[in-house]
Nanobody, 119 residues
Framework: QVQLQESGPGLVKPSQTLSLTCTVSGGSITVNYHYWHWIRQPPGKGLEWIGMIGYSGTIYASPSLKSRTSISLDTSMNQFTLQVNSVTPEDTAVYFC???????????WGQGTLVTVSS
């Protein structure tokens, strides 16, 4: 059974870079036709899609965040990562990673990790 777990600092200062890692267990991150997503939910708001990376490394990102985000695969560690640059308090949210296998949508999610942007 595939499981995902987010990790990273819970507090980031404004203008700095937010860095999160999603560790995948129970399956390979390079399995064909799978995509790996980052999603966030600000306090009191709905889910916001950040971006995704494919099994071959292809990246798609939300237009509103594309200029500040970077997503990558670490195949040696079976992880994928998210970086958001120049953060502001508006980037405060619970950040989730999720798996997207062919034909099912986002079927497996991490538990989420709260990141607060504050000085």
């Amino acid at each position: 059974q595939v499981q995902l777990q987010e990790s990273g600092p819970g507090l980031v200062k404004p203008s700095q870079t937010l860095s999160l890692t999603c560790t995948v267990s129970g399956g390979s991150i390079t399995v064909n036709y799978h995509y790996w997503h980052w999603i966030r939910q600000p306090p009191g708001k709905g889910l916001e899609w950040i971006g995704m990376i494919g099994y071959s490394g292809t990246i798609y990102a939300s237009p509103s965040l594309k200029s500040r985000t970077s997503i990558s695969l670490d195949t040696s560690m079976n992880q994928f990562t998210l970086q958001v640059n120049s953060v502001t308090p508006e980037d405060t949210a619970v950040y989730f990673c999720a798996r997207d296998p062919p034909g099912t949508g986002l079927d497996t999610w991490g538990q989420g990790t709260l990141v607060t942007v504050s000085s």
